[in-house]
């Protein structure tokens, strides 16, 4: 019973275009998403959040857009670099029960940017 | 300034042995967390500790799985009587403080893993 779904296992984009990774949930009680990056033997790092009172949150490169009504949320990378290459991670908190540091996470989506 | 330490990196044991996994939060960190990669999986929740409590084990197995954060040394995750099943990535991260509240979750940090293999 999957509450965060990424349904694509891997993503291929070009260097210098908009990377679009995807991002669904069933817990309408989820009051807050991240996205967390990870290379290879390395531990997830954060890389942006938002509250479920947005629909929007931008930090440079990254932007995270947030559809209640679809319960989607989707991060754009732009421009993509080949140092984006890693693996994303959507995630979820909130849903009802969960103590703080309890997040839900999707199964991850492999990003390559070819130079 | 080190990040969040966990040792080993990779573990090797032979069903029915003793894994025990460790954790140093970073410097001034009092909650620690632990979650399991399994492959092809997302990470999932284990546990989640305060110096000397456990505040939420509701991700934890509930058999052969135990977990402490002793007021001295590191978060030890401890797997009893390991079967192949348990072979998975088990990735620690520790927070500041209490905050409550969804901005909260921002302030996890990971460590790098420990790849555990039972053969």
């Known amino acids: 019973d999957q509450q965060v779904k990424q349904n694509s296992p891997s993503l291929s984009v070009q260097e210098g275009r908009i990377s679009i990774l995807n991002c669904d949930y069933t817990n309408s009680m989820f009051d807050y998403f991240l996205w967390y990056k990870k290379y290879p033997a390395e531990g997830p790092t954060f890389l942006i959040s938002?509250?479920?009172?947005?629909d929007k949150n931008e930090d440079g490169r990254f932007t995270v857009f947030l559809n209640k009504s679809a319960k989607h949320l989707s991060l754009h990378i732009v421009p993509s670099q080949p140092g984006d290459s890693a693996v994303y991670f959507c995630?979820?908190?909130?849903?009802?029960?969960?103590?703080?540091?309890?997040?839900?996470f999707g199964k991850g989506t492999k990003l390559s940017v070819k130079p | 300034n080190a990040g969040v330490m966990q040792n080993p990196r990779h573990l090797v044991r032979r069903r029915g042995q003793e894994a025990r996994l460790r954790c140093s939060p970073m410097k001034g960190h009092s909650h620690v967390y632990w979650y399991r990669q399994l492959p092809e999986e997302g990470l999932k929740f284990m546990v989640y500790?305060?110096?000397?409590?456990?505040?939420?084990e509701s991700g934890m197995p509930k058999e052969r799985f135990s977990a402490e954060f002793p007021k001295e040394g590191p978060s030890i995750l401890r797997i009893q009587q390991v079967v192949r099943g348990d072979s998975a990535a088990y990735f620690c991260?520790?927070?500041?403080?209490?905050?409550?509240?969804?901005?909260?979750?921002?302030?996890?940090?990971f460590g790098s893993g420990t790849q555990l293999s039972v053969l």
């Open positions: 500790l305060q110096k000397e409590n456990i505040i939420d």
């Open positions: 991260a520790s927070s500041p403080w209490r905050t409550g509240g969804a901005g909260a979750n921002e302030k996890l940090f």
């Open positions: 938002i509250s479920s009172i947005k």
């Open positions: 995630a979820a908190s909130g849903g009802g029960g969960g103590s703080q540091g309890n997040l839900i």
